[in-house]
């Protein structure tokens, strides 16, 4: 069994479960500690970031951090799932539509918006995931949500089909937009492909498909990986022995954030974040 920790960004293959991925690397790596940051959908393909080791500490920080995406969207279509996967339950003439009307549509939604998530996703509601209790006949309706569109691209309107980029804050649903643009032109809407470029500093230039890690298993060594992903604070050799026990550092960090704190050999000690004047462990992972 494997003990080396870090991320293995994976471009995953449409029709996939994020979890069978997950089982995929645990064979390749040769170890049962693995789990990825974010789920995508069985339809989806791209960016999966998932962790080996002790690296899958770090993947609910790095689930906070934005998010890119490729989308199409079908308008004149509404689906039960918001997407290609569920079931058709309304169709309208999209005719009538311009497509300077259907740019300026989508192009409002930036910025930070309130969104109410689907009610097939993996959201908790009381200790169950919304889609769990959708599928076992529940009418579900969960609360919106802030989130930040950060910059949405309309690349291209074919007809009744609408290809974006979005760039986005974690627990934005792409499918969400979809719905709620096509309901605000009067015809519903649905995604059909959704392919996530990058998660954070990761990007599809950083990954492998799961074929090409099967050749060549390629894992990010986790001190690389967190110098990647988070702001980064250099500590001198008593800091560092702080660090490795927990203790709060007298330091004022590069931000407010979680951010990494090195050995003064490189080696990757903790997440900290600034309280007050001094700073405080939000994980430690040595040992």
């Known amino acids: ?33 693995v789990g990825h940051a974010g789920t995508l959908d069985p339809m989806a393909t791209g960016v999966l970031v998932v962790g080996v080791n002790r690296a899958t500490r770090l993947l609910g920080h790095l689930m906070l951090t934005e998010k890119a995406y490729d989308a199409t969207v079908r308008l004149g279509v509404t689906t039960t799932t918001d997407d290609a996967e569920g079931e058709v339950v309304a169709t309208t003439a999209t005719d009538g539509l311009d497509e300077s009307r259907v740019r300026e549509v989508f192009g409002a939604f930036t910025g930070e918006i309130d969104q109410v998530p689907s009610a097939v996703s993996a959201i908790k509601v009381d200790g169950k995931r919304a889609y769990q209790r959708v599928r076992e006949g529940e009418q579900v309706e969960l609360a919106a949500r802030r989130v930040t569109i950060h910059e949405l691209t309309v690349r291209a309107v074919r007809g009744d089909e609408v290809d974006l980029t979005v760039r986005c804050s974690s627990g934005t649903y792409v499918r969400a937009l979809a719905r709620d643009a096509g309901e605000r032109l009067g015809v519903g809407g649905h995604l059909t492909a959704l392919r996530r470029t990058a998660v954070g500093p990761f990007d599809l230039a950083a990954s492998r498909t799961l074929d090409e890690l099967g050749e060549t298993f390629v894992l990010t060594p986790i001190t690389v990986a967190a110098r990647a992903a988070f702001p980064a604070y250099d500590l001198d050799e008593r800091q560092a022995a702080d660090v490795r026990v927990g203790r709060v550092l007298d330091a004022v960090l590069p931000t407010t954030g979680p951010v990494a704190v090195f050995a003064p050999d490189g080696e990757f000690l903790a997440l900290y974040e600034q309280a007050g004047e001094q700073a405080r462990a939000v994980a430690v992972f040595t040992g």
């Open 1 to 33: 069994m494997s003990q080396e920790s870090g991320l293995v960004v994976v471009d995953k293959p449409g029709g996939l479960t994020s979890h069978a991925v997950v089982g995929r690397v645990r064979r390749l790596a040769g170890t049962r500690k």
